[in-house]
């Protein structure tokens, strides 16, 4: 069995993507992760300046931080600029959006950003950290669950007589949640359906319940199910390695 979060934020990750194209952003800087995230996060950062005055922009900046408090942010400034930052390993559309108030709130009090500045001893004068996502706990999963920042997937396989009464019951727990899309990767092999499931999430919405956080337990005790009432063998078939799957079913909610 495979170990997983309990809960997990799901949703695309822009980490290595350009989201840009995607967003309004005119003063936050972003570059991209850089190696994976085993090696150097993504940044998604503004410096101001200059700073005079500023006092009731940082409150307002904060007072929205309280109400979007799912992401971890730093606040810092030196004797001539302040630096808004992100960091996270994984940036989702709610650190975008979020972003996104925050330089409305740069127009409203008419500040400046600059790309970059020759006094790098910044002091932090505020600090937001987002709670785990994963509940304090991990969990071995009964139908081995795999994941990526977007997608969660498993792996099985059934005889092909099972095959169309399978998938019905995959939709019918693909429609119990708020996901995006539900594919089918597929592999015959003799009289034997070799399955790679995933269940996607990409467009989320900022809000102030936090980002969107899925029960991977709860995915999991319905699967296994499933594939217990219909005989479906968890894990990939011996000879399957050579076939390429083929997309038999890519739906998508409306």
């Known amino acids: 069995m495979t170990q997983i979060p309990h809960k997990i934020a799901l949703g695309k990750d822009w980490s290595i993507l350009n989201p840009l194209d995607f967003f309004n952003i005119k003063f ?7 190696g994976g995230h ?13 700073i005079n005055s500023i006092d009731s922009f940082v409150h307002e900046v904060k007072e929205l931080v309280k109400l979007y408090s799912d992401s971890n942010i730093t606040i810092s400034k030196n004797e001539e600029n302040l630096k808004i930052e992100f960091f996270e390993w994984e940036l989702y559309d709610y650190e975008f959006q979020l972003a996104e108030k925050i330089e409305d709130l740069i127009e409203k009090y008419n500040l400046n950003s600059i790309s970059k500045t020759d006094n790098y001893n910044f002091e932090e004068i505020f600090q937001n950290r987002r709670e785990d996502h994963k509940n304090g706990y991990f969990l071995e999963t009964k139908t081995n669950l795999s994941r990526t920042s977007s997608r969660i997937y498993f792996d099985c396989n059934l005889k092909i007589t099972s095959e169309t009464e399978f998938i019905e019951h995959i939709k019918s727990i693909f429609n119990n949640f708020e996901l995006d899309e539900l594919k089918f990767s597929r592999k015959l092999i003799y009289q034997n359906v070799q399955f790679r499931i995933s269940f996607i999430k990409h467009k989320t919405i900022l809000s102030q319940n936090g980002k969107y956080v899925f029960d991977i337990h709860l995915l999991d005790n319905k699967l296994y199910q499933v594939c217990k009432d219909l005989n479906v063998t968890i894990g990939t078939l011996k000879d399957s390695y050579s076939v390429k799957y083929e997309v038999l079913l890519f739906t998508k909610k409306n």
């Open 38 to 50: 085993a090696n150097t996060p993504p940044r998604l950062e503004c410096i101001l300046s200059p």
């Open 28 to 34: 936050f800087i972003f570059n991209n992760a850089i």
